[in-house]
């Protein structure tokens, strides 16, 4: 199959805000040719930098894999193979790094308060098999997460973030949201205390990962709009796609005990998608609403960091604190066996005892529906399997 851009989607439910509504937005907020002085919304302390690979001054948070870890993660997979568990029974305790585990733990229990992603570099796995990059994707996540969240409903726990096409006749049937297209995706957050992605492999081109910190975000759009932060604070009623009629009503912007912003704003929630519009029985958003939400991708657009993943690449962010967006990208030529955008994605939430999260009341339920299960209850897909709408972001 010939490399080809998917064509625009026409979209009437708001996921993809057009680009004159966010320029006009843009103007509104002041943001063009703005004074403001670099970004700086990691917070100092302890910082892992991976010397070899700085692209600008600017600090990055990578655990650059040696030779020796990367001995260890194998002789991880091999312990596990060896006892024969499922993948839902996949734990640190059966997925033991020695060494390395340590380095990971003061990584994860830092994206609290301290720096809000980091990335492990270094795997290459394309010398791996598809269960073989699912079990190691999985046991160095479960060093830094105990619990994976599951999409009220929806059992598979890892998803595969990447174009999936399907027929015609299939369209009108199927959901095929905006992670299993090429388009390009607007700042949002997923469900859950820690996004956690593995990249197996770059697109052709595009494709590119953007990072904006809330805090930053919330401290442009004050200049000019507070009452912008105002609405955002304010309930919002979205859908729950527990339950055939399910809604929540909650806020989108929260402030926690500790003083810091939290974000929890899913864009297919709250406008649906080109594909599955936001329900009838829900009433409309208002103006005021809509504008608010794309005011957080308007000005994620101005602070925002840009990463361009490599192959292996495993990236985990504090989703309470970091909105993320992508850029639309151009996969190659399957006959010349060339690469696509392909990440895996687990959604994870850390209960041990060094763990500092902090999870604004509202959003308590939420977590209890995506957290509170058993192992038992969590399906693995190994090989590449649209999201559903309940899993969607």
Request: hydrophobic share 35%.
């Amino acid at each position: 199959m010939a490399p080809h851009a998917e064509t625009s989607l026409f979209d009437t439910s708001g996921y993809s805000p057009p680009e004159n509504v966010i320029s006009e937005l843009k103007k509104s907020l002041r943001l063009f040719n703005s004074s403001a002085g670099a970004v700086k919304w990691i917070s100092e302390g302890p910082q892992i930098v991976d010397s070899h690979d700085r692209e600008s001054d600017e600090h990055d948070f990578v655990l650059q894999l040696s030779l020796d870890d990367i001995q260890e993660i194998e002789d991880a997979f091999i312990s596990f193979k060896a006892t024969t568990l499922p993948l839902n029974k996949l734990q640190a305790e059966n997925f033991p790094l020695p060494t390395l585990s340590s380095r990971i733990r003061k990584l994860s229990v830092g994206l609290v308060d301290q720096h809000p992603y980091f990335i492990i570099r270094g795997l290459k796995p394309q010398w791996f098999s598809k269960y073989k990059n699912v079990v190691i994707f999985t046991g160095i996540a479960s060093h830094v997460g105990t619990k994976r969240a599951l999409a009220p409903g929806d059992p598979n726990v890892l998803h595969h973030v990447t174009n999936i096409p399907i027929s015609s006749e299939k369209e009108c049937t199927t959901y095929r949201g905006p992670a299993n297209r090429t388009i390009a995706l607007p700042f949002h957050t997923d469900y859950g205390s820690i996004l956690s992605l593995y990249v197996l492999s770059r697109p052709a081109s595009g494709g590119a990962f953007h990072l904006a910190d809330i805090h930053d975000i919330t401290s442009r759009i004050a200049r000019t709009r507070p009452d912008i932060l105002e609405t955002l604070r304010k309930p919002y009623i979205m859908v729950n796609p527990k339950i055939e009629g399910g809604f929540d009503e909650r806020p989108l912007l929260f402030t926690q005990a500790s003083g810091r912003l939290a974000i929890q704003a899913s864009r297919s929630r709250i406008f649906g998608t080109a594909t599955r519009l936001r329900p009838n029985y829900l009433p409309s958003l208002t103006a005021k609403q809509i504008e608010a939400v794309d005011a957080l991708h308007a000005a994620g657009q101005e602070v925002s960091r840009r990463f361009d993943f490599k192959s292996g690449d495993m990236m985990f962010c504090n989703n309470l604190r970091l909105m993320h967006a992508r850029d639309s990208f151009l996969d190659g030529n399957e006959d010349e066996n060339t690469t696509k955008r392909y990440l895996l994605r687990l959604i994870l939430h850390d209960e041990r005892n060094d763990s500092r999260w902090d999870v604004p009341d509202k959003l308590k339920n939420t977590w209890k529906e995506l957290y509170d299960h058993e192992d038992e209850e969590e399906i693995f897909t190994i090989h590449p399997e649209l999201f559903s709408f309940k899993a969607g972001h």
